[in-house]
């Protein structure tokens, strides 16, 4: 299967000015997914999860229009093409 992850614009200081990446496997998993991503990209690994290995708060990571947040998080089977992840945005 084919993903195709999307990155939000501040992270492509890490990824070499990348903010579209291809990757190839049969995933299972988010967490499959993220780390075939850190393979390329290992910077990003900091960027997107914690000290405990789980997303960042002010992280947000969709696959199409769903918030792995709001389904099993790094477990979220991958069902979907496209992986989206960038930083939430807030402000008053």
């Not at 229009?65 to 939430?88: M, P, W």
């Amino acid at each position: 299967m084919s993903v195709t992850v999307y990155l939000s614009g501040h992270l492509k200081n890490f990824t070499g000015g990348e903010t579209e990446v291809g990757l190839e496997s049969d995933f299972d998993s988010l967490a499959e997914v993220l780390e075939a991503l850190w393979k390329r990209h290992p910077a990003l690994r900091d960027r997107i999860l914690n000290d405990q290995g789980e997303i960042r708060q002010h992280v947000n990571i969709f696959l199409d229009s769903e918030d792995v947040k709001r389904l099993d998080g790094l477990k979220t089977a991958i069902n979907a093409n496209e992986i989206h992840i960038f930083n939430a945005v807030s402000g008053g």
